[in-house]
C-alpha cells in the first residue's frame, strides 16, 4: 500500500493557516488543479461526515468525504468515494503544529491507498506532488497569509 | 499539570539530527546548561529505562530515566527521577519529523510536570527557555541555521 507524506513550513501562525485549511470546501479557492467544489445536501463543510463534491481543471469529477475533524488537534483526514484516477482505500490525513522559534507553521499532508499493480509509483506521484506539494505551494502565497510588515 | 511546548527548524536531514539527539548521555554536547553526564551502572544509552545521571554548570545534579526511544519515529521520552526544581511527575518528549520540501527537520521538545501554581509560570519560562531552546538553538548552529 503506497504512502505518501509531504510536509513544509508555512510563514504564518498556525491559526491562521488552519482557518485556511479547516473550510473543507475551501479547496477550490486556492487548489491549482481543483476548478469548482461544493458540499453535498447543504451541509456545512465542518460537519463530520460532510461529501464535497469537485471538479478539476481537466473536468474530472470526484468525491471525498470528511472523516474527522479536530480544531484542537488542528488535524482532518478524509477518504475517496468516486474518482476516475484509480487510487483504492484512499484515505489522507492533514495535521499543522505550531513553530514556536518564529510563531510559523508545520503542514504535513500524508496519504495511503492501493492502485492496480505497477502503477503504484506513478500514483504516488501524482498525489504527492500533483495534489499535496501543488497545494502546499498556491497556499504559502494566499495573500491572507502574508505576514503582516513584510 | 503545566505544559511546555517549544518547536523548530534545523537545516539538515532528520536522520543527521536523531543520530545526535538519541544519545541520551549526550545532553553536555548539545544542551549549554549541562555540564557532564553518565549513564548509572554502565549500561548502554539506548537501553530504555537506563537513567542519566548529569550536573549543571550551577552544580544542580539531576537524574533522570529513558521510557521511550524510537528510532522509527525519530522521538525519545524520559522522566525526571531526581531534581532541585520544585515539581514531580515530569515528563518530556523529543521528536523529528522531516519536512520534505527542503529536506529540513522539524524539532518538538514538550514536557508536562506538576507543580504549586506559583511556581509554574517561571518553571515553563526556565525549562522552554533555558533548557529546550537553547538546545536547540545549539543544533540549529551545528547544521548551519
Known amino acids: 500500500m503506497p504512502r505518501v507524506i509531504r510536509s513544509t513550513i508555512i510563514d504564518a501562525p498556525v491559526d491562521r493557516l488552519w482557518a485556511v485549511l479547516r473550510d473543507f470546501n475551501g479547496h477550490d479557492k486556492y487548489h491549482p488543479i481543483v476548478a469548482e467544489s461544493a458540499i453535498e445536501r447543504g451541509y456545512a463543510a465542518d460537519k463530520v461526515s460532510c461529501v464535497r463534491r469537485f471538479t478539476l481543471q481537466d473536468g474530472s469529477e470526484l468525491r471525498e468525504q470528511l472523516l474527522s475533524l479536530s480544531d484542537l488537534e488542528m488535524s482532518m483526514s478524509y477518504c475517496l468515494l468516486e474518482t476516475p484516477i484509480p487510487l483504492f482505500n484512499y484515505v489522507a490525513h492533514v495535521r499543522l503544529l505550531p513553530v514556536t522559534d518564529g510563531n510559523r507553521s508545520f503542514w504535513q499532508w500524508e496519504g495511503r491507498f492501493t492502485t492496480p499493480a505497477g502503477r503504484e509509483q506513478e500514483l504516488a506521484d501524482v498525489v504527492g506532488n500533483d495534489v499535496y506539494a501543488a497545494g502546499m505551494e498556491a497556499v504559502r502565497s494566499l495573500p491572507e497569509l502574508q505576514m503582516e510588515g513584510a | ?145
Open chain 2, 1 to 145: 499539570m503545566a505544559r511546555v511546548y517549544v518547536s523548530s527548524v534545523i537545516n539538515a536531514p532528520a536522520a543527521k539530527v536523531w543520530a545526535r539527539i538519541r544519545d541520551f548521555n549526550g545532553l553536555p554536547n548539545w544542551v549549554p546548561p549541562v555540564a557532564e553526564s553518565r549513564i548509572e551502572n554502565g549500561e548502554p544509552a539506548d537501553k530504555v529505562g537506563c537513567v542519566r545521571a548529569f550536573s549543571l554548570r550551577n552544580g544542580d545534579r539531576l537524574r533522570e530515566q529513558l521510557l521511550g526511544l524510537s528510532d522509527f519515529d525519530m522521538f525519545c521520552t524520559y522522566s525526571i527521577l531526581d531534581s532541585p526544581m520544585p515539581l514531580t511527575s515530569y515528563v518530556a518528549t523529543v521528536r523529528l519529523t522531516p519536512i520534505t520540501d527542503q529536506e529540513r527537520t522539524f524539532i518538538e521538545w514538550s514536557a508536562e510536570f506538576d507543580c504549586t501554581p506559583d511556581k509554574e509560570q517561571e518553571l515553563i519560562d526556565g525549562i522552554g527557555t533555558n533548557v529546550f531552546m537553547s538546545g536547540i538553538d545549539t543544533l540549529k548552529r551545528a547544521f548551519g541555521g
